[in-house]
């Protein structure tokens, strides 16, 4: 992608307002800089702050480098970040309303992943894995003794009833697991964010690290030098502008350059 540069080739459009606003602080502190104690004798502020915009070119690459791994750090930065896709939501919209099971599956899911959040992975992991089985177990012995009391002679009354809650606890061991593994999912989902998260973080103090390395070199190196120069020799120091847009050349159809035919007499 190209950039737009401003006339100054060392400098980006986007960054001439931050160039400005370097000066203006340089310009503020010049009463408490040594230095520059003849800020007001020789030159005043707007004097100095209209020689220096003019000499941008100069200061600016006295901090070349510093500013170039600004930009580069910048730039990715801004690179877009791939997201990672979540089926959990279709899958949810696929089933519909008349699958209240799967809904509230959902719901619990994302109620264990925020609980993750809170209480850390490993006690989900915990409760993902002994729910399932407590229900199993419990389904597994109410099946057993409820087909066994049914080969009795008479049958128990509440042969039946055991069989039920079997059956009730194997529906609460499937649910179990299927809860889990959205929690889960959903847990590590969330860890996946706060782990771009992160990364962008760190990044982005990366780019204030490098603006902040630009700002220094360019006040020590190039703006604070400049407005010293400029005190001390005002005359050398206005003459240090951009380079001036070279006059075009005669054109050939002057008088001057006209063909034999036209030779002056």
Known sequence: MRRERSADQHLLNEDRQDYERFLDEALRSAPHRPELAAVGQRLNIEQLRTMALNATTLITAAAATEYQH?????????????????????????????????????????????????????????????????????????????????????????????????????????????????????????DSSSLDAGAYGEANGEVARAREAWREALLERGILPFLE????????????????????????????????EHQPE
């Open 70 to 190: 600004y930009v580069i750090v910048r730039d990715e930065l801004r690179q877009p970040v791939p997201s990672i896709p979540s089926s959990t939501p279709s899958s949810s919209g696929e089933s519909g309303s008349g699958e209240p099971g799967v809904a509230g599956a959902m719901g619990l899911a994302t109620t264990l992943g925020e609980a993750a959040e809170t209480t850390g992975a490993g006690a989900v992991a915990v409760v993902a894995v002994l729910a399932p089985v407590l229900a199993g177990t419990a389904a597994a012995i109410f099946l057993i003794i409820g087909y066994i009391l049914k080969i009795l002679n008479p049958e128990p009354a509440f042969a039946q009833t055991m069989l039920t809650a079997g059956w009730v606890f194997g529906a609460v061991a499937a649910a179990a697991i299927l809860v889990a593994a959205l929690g889960l999912l959903l847990t590590a989902l969330r």
């Open 229 to 260: 120069q400029a005190l001390a020799n005002p005359a050398t120091a206005s003459g240090l502008r951009r380079t001036p847009t070279p006059a075009p050349h005669p054109r050939w159809s002057s008088p001057d350059f006209g063909g034999p």
